[in-house]
């Protein structure tokens, strides 16, 4: 990464993305490192899971008056687990948990390279070049297909139509339960239209600027 004279926010920004995606690889990788020394001595550990919980104990005080106001508190709450065993135990659980962070960091990952993308070309002083609408398109499509499917598994999930490893088998006492995996990128949907819509604009612009620049 080598940094320019000519500063500009389109250079911070990209310069941002870079660092950032750079981060999610050596995350990843320490995070193998970490699994594998845990695998050496026959026992893994599995961070940071992701939770809804229903708590029926919070149910008496989830509603609470003030002198000139009211509190509602819902029963809900979202946690992380954390989980610890022998792998001929837990490997189900160590694969399938481990693996949703996989696809959560590639994900992430993909989107900040295609946004350096972007940035670079605008940073060069060409915000209409040719690759940028194909850019945000790609984005957008990737924004409405993990959206779609994350709330699709949260929907099955929820719905207990799809078992947990470990997690839907802990016993928890009477009134608690883990009600879904909390999933990222539940509203990406949205920000997937609105990306697509941005990529065909830009298309557009593109072709408008094209033609301006034939006519002179």
């Given at each position: 990464?080598?940094?320019?004279?000519?500063?500009?926010?389109?250079?911070?920004?990209?310069?941002?993305?870079?660092?950032?995606?750079?981060?999610?690889?050596?995350?990843?990788?320490?995070?193998?490192?970490?699994?594998?020394?845990?695998?050496?001595?026959?026992?893994?550990?599995?961070?940071?899971?992701?939770?809804?919980?229903?708590?029926?104990?919070?149910?008496?005080?989830?509603?609470?008056?003030?002198?000139?106001?009211?509190?509602?508190?819902?029963?809900?709450?979202?946690s992380e687990i954390h989980i610890s065993g022998d792998y001929e135990e837990v490997k189900s659980?160590?694969f399938f948990y481990n693996g949703l962070k996989i696809y959560e960091n590639a994900v992430f990952?993909?989107?900040?390279?295609?946004?350096?993308?972007?940035?670079?070309?605008?940073?060069?002083?060409?915000?209409?070049?040719?690759?940028?609408?194909?850019?945000?398109?790609?984005?957008?499509?990737?924004?409405?297909?993990?959206?779609?499917?994350?709330?699709?598994?949260?929907?099955?999930?929820?719905?207990?139509?799809?078992?947990?490893?470990?997690?839907?088998?802990?016993?928890?006492?009477?009134?608690?339960?883990?009600?879904?995996?909390?999933?990222?990128?539940?509203?990406?949907?949205?920000?997937?239209?609105?990306?697509?819509?941005?990529?065909?604009?830009?298309?557009?612009?593109?072709?408008?600027?094209?033609?301006?620049?034939?006519?002179?």
């Open positions: 990464m080598k940094f320019r004279k000519d500063w500009s926010l389109a250079y911070f920004l990209l310069y941002l993305c870079q660092l950032s995606y750079w981060l999610i690889i050596l995350g990843v990788v320490v995070e193998i490192i970490s699994s594998i020394g845990y695998l050496t001595n026959g026992r893994v550990v599995i961070r940071d899971i992701p939770v809804n919980m229903e708590l029926e104990q919070f149910d008496p005080y989830k509603d609470i008056e003030f002198a000139n106001s009211y509190m509602n508190i819902p029963e809900r709450m979202t659980a160590f990952f993909i989107l900040l390279y295609l946004f350096s993308k972007v940035l670079r070309n605008v940073a060069e002083g060409s915000p209409f070049h040719s690759k940028n609408s194909t850019y945000l398109s790609q984005i957008g499509t990737i924004l409405f297909a993990v959206g779609t499917v994350n709330f699709s598994f949260l929907f099955l999930n929820s719905g207990h139509f799809i078992s947990l490893p470990i997690l839907n088998n802990l016993g928890f006492p009477e009134g608690i339960d883990i009600t879904y995996l909390d999933l990222f990128g539940k509203d990406f949907i949205f920000a997937g239209i609105f990306m697509i819509v941005l990529g065909y604009i830009f298309k557009e612009g593109t072709r408008i600027y094209e033609e301006q620049k034939l006519t002179v």
